[in-house]
Protein backbone atom coordinates (compact mmCIF):
# COMPACT_ATOMS: atom_id res chain seq x y z
CA UNK A 1 0.00 0.00 0.00
CA UNK A 2 2.69 2.46 0.93
CA UNK A 3 4.67 1.17 -1.85
CA UNK A 4 2.26 2.27 -4.47
CA UNK A 5 1.37 5.65 -2.68
CA UNK A 6 5.46 6.30 -2.93
CA UNK A 7 4.91 5.62 -6.76
CA UNK A 8 1.75 7.72 -7.37
CA UNK A 9 3.98 10.44 -5.65
CA UNK A 10 6.93 9.87 -8.25
CA UNK A 11 4.56 9.50 -11.14
CA UNK A 12 2.65 13.23 -9.72
CA UNK A 13 6.56 14.72 -9.42
CA UNK A 14 7.83 13.07 -13.09
CA UNK A 15 4.56 14.67 -14.52
CA UNK A 16 5.03 18.39 -13.03
CA UNK A 17 8.75 17.80 -14.17
CA UNK A 18 7.82 17.44 -17.41
CA UNK A 19 5.52 19.94 -17.24
CA UNK A 20 7.55 22.38 -15.89
CA UNK A 21 10.04 21.23 -18.52
CA UNK A 22 8.52 21.56 -21.17
CA UNK A 23 9.61 24.16 -24.26
CA UNK A 24 6.54 25.45 -25.58
CA UNK A 25 3.90 27.51 -22.88
CA UNK A 26 0.99 24.86 -22.27
CA UNK A 27 -2.05 26.26 -21.08
CA UNK A 28 -2.14 26.69 -17.43
CA UNK A 29 -3.89 23.42 -15.72
CA UNK A 30 -6.71 24.47 -13.60
CA UNK A 31 -4.99 25.20 -10.05
CA UNK A 32 -6.40 22.13 -7.48
CA UNK A 33 -7.96 23.51 -5.15
CA UNK A 34 -6.33 24.06 -1.88
CA UNK A 35 -9.18 22.91 0.38
CA UNK A 36 -9.21 20.40 3.32
CA UNK A 37 -10.93 17.97 1.54
CA UNK A 38 -8.32 18.06 -1.52
CA UNK A 39 -5.24 17.57 1.07
CA UNK A 40 -7.50 14.68 3.33
CA UNK A 41 -7.64 12.48 -0.27
CA UNK A 42 -4.60 10.68 0.48
CA UNK A 43 -6.06 9.69 4.32
CA UNK A 44 -9.39 8.19 2.58
CA UNK A 45 -7.33 5.70 -0.14
CA UNK A 46 -6.89 3.09 3.73
CA UNK A 47 -9.77 4.77 5.84
CA UNK A 48 -12.25 4.78 3.53
CA UNK A 49 -14.70 6.48 1.73
CA UNK A 50 -15.00 9.85 3.75
CA UNK A 51 -13.04 8.31 6.34
CA UNK A 52 -16.03 5.50 7.49
CA UNK A 53 -15.27 1.79 6.97
CA UNK A 54 -16.91 -1.13 7.12
CA UNK A 55 -16.32 -3.78 10.51
CA UNK A 56 -14.92 -5.92 8.33
CA UNK A 57 -11.15 -5.48 7.71
CA UNK A 58 -8.79 -3.75 9.29
CA UNK A 59 -8.27 -0.15 8.99
CA UNK A 60 -10.64 1.88 11.79
CA UNK A 61 -13.01 4.64 10.67
CA UNK A 62 -11.94 8.17 11.38
CA UNK A 63 -15.55 9.85 10.88
CA UNK A 64 -16.97 11.34 13.66
CA UNK A 65 -14.47 10.19 16.62
CA UNK A 66 -13.79 13.18 18.61
CA UNK A 67 -11.31 15.59 17.74
CA UNK A 68 -9.01 15.45 20.59
CA UNK A 69 -8.87 11.47 20.16
CA UNK A 70 -7.73 11.97 16.57
CA UNK A 71 -5.21 14.59 16.98
CA UNK A 72 -3.64 12.55 20.15
CA UNK A 73 -3.66 9.61 17.36
CA UNK A 74 -1.86 12.07 14.94
CA UNK A 75 0.83 13.17 17.47
CA UNK A 76 1.20 9.59 18.53
CA UNK A 77 2.13 8.49 15.25
CA UNK A 78 4.41 11.54 14.85
CA UNK A 79 5.97 11.40 17.74
CA UNK A 80 6.61 7.75 18.18
CA UNK A 81 3.97 7.01 20.99
CA UNK A 82 2.16 5.00 18.40
CA UNK A 83 4.09 2.68 15.80
CA UNK A 84 2.98 2.41 12.61
CA UNK A 85 5.41 2.66 9.45
CA UNK A 86 2.32 4.14 7.00
CA UNK A 87 0.98 6.39 9.34
CA UNK A 88 4.35 7.24 11.26
CA UNK A 89 4.85 8.63 7.12
CA UNK A 90 1.85 10.21 6.58
CA UNK A 91 2.14 12.01 9.54
CA UNK A 92 6.19 12.87 9.80
CA UNK A 93 6.55 16.33 8.85
CA UNK A 94 2.87 17.90 9.78
CA UNK A 95 2.80 20.92 12.42
CA UNK A 96 0.17 20.72 15.38
CA UNK A 97 -1.95 23.55 13.86
CA UNK A 98 -2.31 21.20 10.86
CA UNK A 99 -2.75 17.84 12.58
CA UNK A 100 -5.74 19.83 14.20
CA UNK A 101 -7.02 21.03 10.84
CA UNK A 102 -7.07 17.00 9.95
CA UNK A 103 -8.33 16.23 13.24
CA UNK A 104 -11.26 18.70 13.57
CA UNK A 105 -12.20 17.73 9.66
CA UNK A 106 -12.86 13.88 10.13
CA UNK A 107 -14.04 14.69 13.60
CA UNK A 108 -16.95 17.30 12.30
CA UNK A 109 -18.11 14.41 9.63
CA UNK A 110 -21.41 12.62 10.43
CA UNK A 111 -21.64 9.45 8.21
CA UNK A 112 -23.97 6.45 8.60
CA UNK A 113 -22.59 3.56 9.93
CA UNK A 114 -22.79 0.64 7.62
CA UNK A 115 -25.00 -2.43 9.56
CA UNK A 116 -23.20 -4.41 11.62
CA UNK A 117 -24.02 -8.30 11.35
CA UNK A 118 -25.26 -9.55 15.18
CA UNK A 119 -23.32 -13.18 13.85
CA UNK A 120 -20.11 -14.14 15.70
CA UNK A 121 -18.49 -17.49 15.56
CA UNK A 122 -17.82 -16.83 19.22
CA UNK A 123 -19.74 -18.87 21.22
CA UNK A 124 -22.09 -17.86 23.56
CA UNK A 125 -20.37 -18.12 26.53
CA UNK A 126 -17.32 -16.26 25.57
CA UNK A 127 -20.18 -13.22 24.07
CA UNK A 128 -21.24 -13.28 27.57
CA UNK A 129 -18.12 -12.70 28.96
CA UNK A 130 -17.14 -10.28 26.93
CA UNK A 131 -20.29 -8.10 27.42
CA UNK A 132 -19.39 -8.47 30.94
CA UNK A 133 -16.51 -7.02 30.54
CA UNK A 134 -17.76 -4.47 28.56
CA UNK A 135 -20.64 -3.79 31.09
CA UNK A 136 -19.38 -4.21 34.35
CA UNK A 137 -16.03 -5.19 34.51
CA UNK A 138 -13.77 -7.94 36.80
CA UNK A 139 -13.92 -6.22 40.36
CA UNK A 140 -12.35 -9.95 41.41
CA UNK A 141 -9.23 -8.04 39.19
CA UNK A 142 -10.22 -4.49 39.58
CA UNK A 143 -10.43 -4.36 35.77
CA UNK A 144 -13.27 -1.83 35.26
CA UNK A 145 -15.53 -1.58 32.85
CA UNK A 146 -15.38 -0.65 29.44
CA UNK A 147 -18.61 1.85 29.74
CA UNK A 148 -16.80 3.55 32.70
CA UNK A 149 -14.85 5.61 30.45
CA UNK A 150 -15.58 4.94 26.72
CA UNK A 151 -19.33 6.20 27.90
CA UNK A 152 -22.73 4.40 28.81
CA UNK A 153 -23.13 3.96 25.13
CA UNK A 154 -19.69 3.11 23.91
CA UNK A 155 -19.66 5.94 21.49
CA UNK A 156 -16.97 7.58 22.72
CA UNK A 157 -16.80 10.39 25.39
CA UNK A 158 -15.53 14.32 24.67
CA UNK A 159 -12.93 15.44 23.97
CA UNK A 160 -10.76 12.65 23.84
CA UNK A 161 -12.24 8.82 24.13
CA UNK A 162 -13.06 7.28 21.37
CA UNK A 163 -15.92 4.89 20.84
CA UNK A 164 -15.66 1.07 20.52
CA UNK A 165 -18.59 0.15 18.34
CA UNK A 166 -18.34 0.16 14.81
CA UNK A 167 -14.58 -0.89 14.74
CA UNK A 168 -13.02 -4.41 13.09
CA UNK A 169 -12.66 -7.16 15.20
CA UNK A 170 -9.27 -7.39 13.98
CA UNK A 171 -8.58 -4.16 14.61
CA UNK A 172 -10.01 -4.13 18.05
CA UNK A 173 -8.00 -6.70 19.42
CA UNK A 174 -4.81 -5.80 17.97
CA UNK A 175 -5.18 -2.43 19.85
CA UNK A 176 -5.85 -4.09 23.12
CA UNK A 177 -2.68 -6.63 21.92
CA UNK A 178 -0.44 -3.46 21.23
CA UNK A 179 -0.95 -1.67 24.85
CA UNK A 180 -0.24 -5.48 26.67
CA UNK A 181 3.22 -5.73 24.36
CA UNK A 182 4.13 -2.47 24.86
CA UNK A 183 3.30 -1.30 20.95
CA UNK A 184 0.53 1.38 22.08
CA UNK A 185 0.93 3.82 24.47
CA UNK A 186 -1.03 6.92 25.00
CA UNK A 187 -0.16 10.41 27.14
CA UNK A 188 1.16 9.20 30.58
CA UNK A 189 -0.54 8.04 32.70
CA UNK A 190 -1.39 5.48 29.98
CA UNK A 191 -4.52 4.43 31.59
CA UNK A 192 -5.50 1.88 28.34
CA UNK A 193 -1.77 0.15 29.22
CA UNK A 194 -3.06 -0.65 33.21
CA UNK A 195 -6.52 -1.78 31.57
CA UNK A 196 -4.40 -4.53 29.22
CA UNK A 197 -2.44 -5.75 31.93
CA UNK A 198 -5.57 -6.71 33.82
CA UNK A 199 -7.23 -8.31 31.21
CA UNK A 200 -5.86 -11.79 30.06
CA UNK A 201 -5.33 -12.99 26.21
CA UNK A 202 -8.72 -14.92 26.12
CA UNK A 203 -10.66 -11.19 27.51
CA UNK A 204 -9.28 -9.42 24.52
CA UNK A 205 -10.78 -12.19 22.19
CA UNK A 206 -14.14 -12.07 24.05
CA UNK A 207 -14.67 -8.34 24.51
CA UNK A 208 -13.43 -7.78 20.80
CA UNK A 209 -16.42 -10.26 19.90
CA UNK A 210 -19.00 -8.96 21.92
CA UNK A 211 -18.27 -5.10 20.68
CA UNK A 212 -18.44 -6.14 17.06
CA UNK A 213 -22.08 -7.97 17.23
CA UNK A 214 -23.50 -4.99 18.78
CA UNK A 215 -25.82 -2.12 16.96
CA UNK A 216 -23.93 1.12 16.67
CA UNK A 217 -26.84 3.29 18.03
CA UNK A 218 -29.11 5.98 15.28
CA UNK A 219 -26.91 8.98 17.43
CA UNK A 220 -23.70 7.65 17.52
CA UNK A 221 -21.99 10.87 18.65
CA UNK A 222 -19.56 11.02 21.67
CA UNK A 223 -21.02 11.69 25.04
CA UNK A 224 -20.27 15.25 25.98
CA UNK A 225 -19.17 13.49 29.48
CA UNK A 226 -19.43 11.02 31.96
CA UNK A 227 -21.68 10.90 34.61
CA UNK A 228 -18.68 9.93 37.09
CA UNK A 229 -14.82 10.39 36.89
CA UNK A 230 -12.64 7.78 35.47
CA UNK A 231 -11.64 4.91 37.49
CA UNK A 232 -8.27 5.31 36.33
CA UNK A 233 -6.26 8.90 35.54
CA UNK A 234 -6.08 9.27 31.18
CA UNK A 235 -3.62 11.37 30.32
CA UNK A 236 -4.52 13.50 27.11
CA UNK A 237 -7.89 13.40 28.19
CA UNK A 238 -9.49 16.45 30.28
CA UNK A 239 -11.85 16.99 33.05
CA UNK A 240 -12.04 13.61 34.28
CA UNK A 241 -10.42 12.80 37.23
CA UNK A 242 -8.20 15.58 39.68
CA UNK A 243 -4.86 13.60 39.10
CA UNK A 244 -5.22 13.37 35.18
CA UNK A 245 -1.92 14.59 34.20
CA UNK A 246 -3.05 16.32 30.96
CA UNK A 247 0.60 16.94 29.82
CA UNK A 248 0.01 18.22 26.79
C1 LIG B 1 -1.32 3.39 3.70
C2 LIG B 1 -2.57 3.35 4.45
C3 LIG B 1 -2.89 4.56 5.31
C4 LIG B 1 -2.95 5.89 4.93
C5 LIG B 1 -2.65 6.49 3.55
C6 LIG B 1 -3.40 6.62 6.08
N1 LIG B 1 -3.62 5.76 7.13
FE1 LIG B 1 -4.24 6.28 9.00
N2 LIG B 1 -4.05 4.34 9.62
C7 LIG B 1 -3.66 3.30 8.83
C8 LIG B 1 -3.59 2.07 9.64
C9 LIG B 1 -3.19 0.68 9.17
C10 LIG B 1 -3.97 2.46 10.96
C11 LIG B 1 -4.02 1.56 12.20
C12 LIG B 1 -2.63 1.55 12.77
C13 LIG B 1 -2.47 0.65 13.96
O1 LIG B 1 -2.63 -0.55 13.82
O2 LIG B 1 -2.18 1.19 15.04
C14 LIG B 1 -4.25 3.89 10.91
C15 LIG B 1 -4.66 4.62 12.01
C16 LIG B 1 -5.03 5.96 11.96
C17 LIG B 1 -5.56 6.72 13.07
C18 LIG B 1 -5.90 6.18 14.45
C19 LIG B 1 -7.37 5.78 14.46
C20 LIG B 1 -7.84 5.28 15.80
O3 LIG B 1 -9.03 4.94 15.93
O4 LIG B 1 -7.04 5.20 16.74
C21 LIG B 1 -5.79 7.98 12.62
C22 LIG B 1 -6.35 9.15 13.42
C23 LIG B 1 -5.38 8.04 11.23
N3 LIG B 1 -4.92 6.78 10.86
C24 LIG B 1 -5.48 9.16 10.42
C25 LIG B 1 -5.00 9.23 9.11
C26 LIG B 1 -4.95 10.46 8.35
C27 LIG B 1 -5.44 11.81 8.84
C28 LIG B 1 -4.38 10.16 7.14
C29 LIG B 1 -4.06 11.10 5.99
C30 LIG B 1 -3.18 12.23 6.36
C31 LIG B 1 -4.12 8.71 7.15
N4 LIG B 1 -4.51 8.20 8.37
C32 LIG B 1 -3.60 7.99 6.10
C33 LIG B 1 -3.38 3.35 7.47
C34 LIG B 1 -3.31 4.50 6.71
C1 LIG C 1 -9.86 4.28 32.72
C2 LIG C 1 -10.57 4.60 31.49
C3 LIG C 1 -10.70 3.50 30.46
C4 LIG C 1 -11.20 2.23 30.63
C5 LIG C 1 -11.72 1.58 31.91
C6 LIG C 1 -11.16 1.61 29.34
N1 LIG C 1 -10.64 2.48 28.40
FE1 LIG C 1 -10.19 2.05 26.47
N2 LIG C 1 -9.42 3.90 26.20
C7 LIG C 1 -9.39 4.90 27.15
C8 LIG C 1 -8.77 6.08 26.59
C9 LIG C 1 -8.54 7.41 27.30
C10 LIG C 1 -8.39 5.76 25.26
C11 LIG C 1 -7.63 6.62 24.27
C12 LIG C 1 -6.15 6.31 24.43
C13 LIG C 1 -5.27 7.04 23.45
O1 LIG C 1 -5.31 8.27 23.41
O2 LIG C 1 -4.55 6.35 22.71
C14 LIG C 1 -8.82 4.38 25.05
C15 LIG C 1 -8.64 3.69 23.87
C16 LIG C 1 -9.11 2.41 23.62
C17 LIG C 1 -9.01 1.71 22.37
C18 LIG C 1 -8.42 2.25 21.07
C19 LIG C 1 -9.54 2.61 20.11
C20 LIG C 1 -9.06 2.99 18.74
O3 LIG C 1 -9.87 3.53 17.96
O4 LIG C 1 -7.89 2.75 18.42
C21 LIG C 1 -9.57 0.48 22.55
C22 LIG C 1 -9.68 -0.63 21.52
C23 LIG C 1 -10.05 0.42 23.91
N3 LIG C 1 -9.76 1.61 24.55
C24 LIG C 1 -10.73 -0.65 24.43
C25 LIG C 1 -11.18 -0.73 25.75
C26 LIG C 1 -11.91 -1.87 26.27
C27 LIG C 1 -12.30 -3.09 25.48
C28 LIG C 1 -12.18 -1.59 27.58
C29 LIG C 1 -12.89 -2.45 28.61
C30 LIG C 1 -12.30 -3.77 28.82
C31 LIG C 1 -11.59 -0.28 27.86
N4 LIG C 1 -11.03 0.22 26.72
C32 LIG C 1 -11.61 0.33 29.09
C33 LIG C 1 -9.87 4.80 28.45
C34 LIG C 1 -10.35 3.65 29.04
Redesign the pocket.
Known sequence: ??RG?RFLALGLLLAWQALAGAATPTPTPAPVPDTIEQR?A??I???GREGATSNAG?????AG?PAG??FN??VS?RDGR???T??AY??QHMSDAYLHE??DY?AGLDLPYPPVSPASDATPEVLARGRMLALQGDPARKLPACVQCHGAALTGVQPAT?GLLG?PRL?LA??LG?WLTNE?HAQAPDCMAEVGRRMWTSDVNAVASWLTTQPVPADAKPAASLPAPMPIACGGTTGTTSTTGASK
Open positions: MKLVACACHYFPRLKYLQLFRFNDMMVIAFPLYSQAR
